[in-house]
DNA sequence: GGCCAGGACTCAG
DNA sequence: CTGAGTCATGGC
């Protein structure tokens, strides 16, 4: 076993391990006290997730002022880039937008990072995530690593990989409706046999212009505009993305009428301007938990 | 028991 | 391009 810690002193705007794989951006990532998302804290709690080019297990625990790391291999760089360490959250939070909720929503869950997930796990993820709570997303996506993903030992014990695409792809629609999936299963199954079948890949809109890369990922079965932003806020690095959710269109209503446009390209550039351009996603994600956790719920 | 959850798809106009 | 109808499932 290696095993490292990175102080979080040395992290500008520090860092809080729970709100940044709690707050809905991730699915990948396992509780060891298996409560992932019941909404309440274990600070004791490693986070496990793999690597999946390599089959590396990954686990983290922020104590004592440190983000504690173990692992198969050196995560020391897959640490760093799964929770943005080396973004600048603390200018990030100051360039901010002086808007009252987005303020409020900083103020209220300092260290909350965003995540880099690898980028199919994501997108299969959001596919799934379509009218579901994050809970039952979490266990959907969990199920599918232990119905189809590789088994991985580490420290005494087993791990389930995300299933790679070939991996996936050997599901049936019937399975995965077996599994609690619902209509998305066979979006699943398609999006799958997509990435397997080399007719396209998430990773091919990393490169892309922003709107192009939205584009580009509404080629994959179940992924609308809203899928799409996710994936290339949460996976892609496209830290401008701003996923118009049920939350943030509530918001838009009741706090930014005025960028209301209608359809979701035009009110996507306006609210976009009206969370700072460059990082709206980070506001987005602030604002995203603090009205789903009921914190700005009174206003 | 109706409503809702990090929506997308199909089809008509 | 836009709007209505449809689609599973579990928690409250």
């Given at each position: 076993?290696?095993?490292?810690?990175?102080?979080?002193?040395?992290?500008?705007?520090?860092?809080?391990?729970?709100?940044?794989?709690?707050?809905?951006?991730?699915?990948?990532?396992?509780?060891?006290?298996?409560?992932?998302?019941?909404g309440?804290?274990?600070?004791?709690?490693?986070?496990?997730?793999?690597?999946?080019?390599?089959?590396?297990?990954?686990?983290?625990?922020?104590?004592?002022?440190?983000?504690?790391?173990?692992?198969?291999?050196?995560?020391?760089?897959?640490?760093?880039?799964?929770?943005?360490?080396?973004?600048?959250?603390?200018?990030?939070?100051?360039?901010?937008?002086?808007?009252?909720?987005?303020?409020?929503?900083?103020?209220?869950h300092?260290?909350?990072?965003?995540?880099?997930?690898?980028?199919?796990?994501?997108?299969?993820?959001?596919?799934c995530?379509?009218?579901?709570?994050?809970?039952?997303?979490?266990?959907?996506?969990?199920?599918?690593?232990?119905?189809?993903?590789?088994?991985?030992?580490?420290?005494?014990?087993?791990?389930?990989?995300?299933?790679?695409?070939?991996?996936?792809?050997?599901?049936?629609?019937?399975?995965?409706?077996?599994?609690?999936?619902?209509?998305?299963?066979?979006y699943?199954?398609?999006?799958?046999?997509?990435?397997?079948?080399?007719?396209?890949?998430?990773?091919?809109?990393?490169?892309?212009?922003?709107?192009?890369?939205?584009?580009?990922?509404?080629?994959?079965?179940?992924?609308?505009?809203?899928?799409?932003?996710?994936?290339?806020?949460?996976?892609?690095?496209?830290?401008?993305?701003?996923?118009?959710?049920?939350?943030?269109?509530?918001?838009?209503?009741?706090?930014?009428?005025?960028?209301?446009?209608?359809?979701?390209?035009?009110?996507?550039?306006?609210?976009?301007?009206?969370?700072?351009?460059?990082?709206?996603?980070?506001?987005?994600?602030?604002?995203?938990?603090?009205?789903?956790?009921?914190a700005?719920a009174?206003?």
């Amino acid at each position: 076993m290696e095993t490292g810690a990175i102080p979080i002193d040395d992290l500008s705007g520090g860092l809080d391990c729970y709100l940044t794989l709690e707050s809905g951006q991730t699915y990948l990532w396992q509780r060891e006290d298996d409560a992932m998302y019941t909404g309440e804290r274990n600070p004791d709690a490693w986070y496990a997730t793999t690597i999946p080019d390599t089959g590396d297990v990954v686990r983290v625990r922020q104590r004592d002022g440190h983000l504690e790391w173990q692992s198969t291999t050196d995560a020391d760089p897959h640490v760093r880039r799964l929770l943005k360490l080396d973004d600048d959250l603390e200018a990030i939070a100051a360039d901010a937008p002086a808007e009252s909720l987005i303020r409020e929503a900083y103020d209220c869950h300092r260290g909350m990072r965003l995540v880099e997930d690898p980028a199919f796990g994501c997108l299969i993820s959001f596919i799934c995530s379509a009218q579901m709570r994050v809970k039952r997303i979490h266990d959907m996506v969990s199920t599918l690593a232990l119905e189809y993903g590789d088994e991985l030992a580490f420290d005494g014990e087993t791990y389930h990989a995300f299933p790679r695409p070939e991996q996936l792809a050997t599901a049936t629609e019937a399975e995965l409706r077996e599994l609690g999936l619902g209509y998305r299963a066979p979006y699943v199954v398609r999006t799958a046999e997509m990435v397997a079948g080399g007719e396209a890949h998430p990773e091919e809109a990393r490169d892309l212009p922003y709107e192009e890369a939205r584009e580009y990922l509404t080629r994959f079965v179940g992924v609308g505009d809203k899928v799409a932003d996710c994936v290339l806020l949460f996976a892609l690095g496209f830290d401008e993305a701003v996923p118009l959710d049920t939350w943030i269109k509530s918001a838009i209503e009741d706090h930014y009428p005025d960028c209301d446009r209608g359809n979701y390209a035009t009110t996507s550039r306006a609210i976009r301007e009206r969370f700072g351009g460059q990082y709206a996603g980070y506001a987005q994600t602030y604002v995203f938990h603090h009205l789903r956790t009921g914190a700005g719920a009174s206003e």
